[in-house]
């Protein structure tokens, strides 16, 4: 059985830094295309991060070069460190498992995640 757990959130003010964790049981994270999404409250999940089983990173603008995907394959463990926090950044950040190893940005088939971290960004 897969299965995804989150962790790592709280509250950091603006400029800060958090680094999620999401620990993977059922399969091996280093075999799969995984991803970081985020959903704050009223809106839809928004992609943030991903890596394939090749290792090559994929970000949107709109974290580009604040947040850094990476795993240990031997923890089974994907990570998400995400620096310079923004208010704007405050949401609920889920890990996924893609069905295939190799990454595809067009996919947005996010059922396959955890429960969840709350990452507030406030002052």
Known sequence: EVQLVESGGGLVQPGGSLRLSCAASGFTVGNYAMSWVRQA?????EWVSGVGSDGNTHYPDSVKGRFTISRDNAKNTLYLQMNNLEPEDTAVYYCVKH?????????????????????????
């Open 99 to 123: 069905i295939g190893s190799v990454f595809n940005p067009r996919d947005r088939n996010y059922s396959n995640r955890g429960q969840g971290t709350q990452v507030t960004v406030s002052s």
């Open 41 to 45: 409250p009223g809106k839809g999940p």
